[in-house]
């Protein structure tokens, strides 16, 4: 059974910083190319960060030169650590694989993790 879970997220000043975390589980995802989501009520989930099987990035526009995507392919995990946050950066955050895993014809999502970037 295919599973994301992610945390680390939380409530931080402007300009501050946060690392989140996402174990996934139930498939081997060294293979995978994998990604950090983000998406806020009343907007479609997009695509911040990417991370392929051979460490390649990308990066939205929106958060290059802040945000970085790393992983660790024994634990099966993917982290984001986010430097210099902003406002708008407030959303949850989701990893994925890149493009979204689907299993039975439904792509699997796990709960995200709340980032709120508030004074």
């Known amino acids: 059974q295919v599973q994301f879970v992610e945390s680390g997220g939380g409530l931080v000043q402007p300009g501050g910083s946060l690392r989140l975390s996402c174990a996934a589980s139930?498939?081997?995802?060294?293979?995978?190319?994998m990604g950090w989501y983000r998406q806020t009520p009343g907007k479609q989930r997009e695509l911040v960060a990417t991370i392929t099987m051979t460490g390649s990035t990308n990066y939205a526009e929106s958060v290059k030169g802040r945000f970085t995507i790393s992983r660790d392919i024994t634990k099966n995990a993917v982290y984001l650590q986010m430097n210099s946050l902003k406002p708008e950066d407030t959303a949850v955050y989701y990893c994925?694989?890149?493009?979204?895993?689907?299993?039975?014809?439904?792509?699997?999502w796990g709960q995200g993790t709340q980032v709120t970037v508030s004074s």
């Open positions: 139930g498939r081997t995802f060294a293979f995978y190319a």
């Open positions: 994925n694989t890149d493009p979204p895993i689907v299993v039975g014809g439904r792509q699997i």
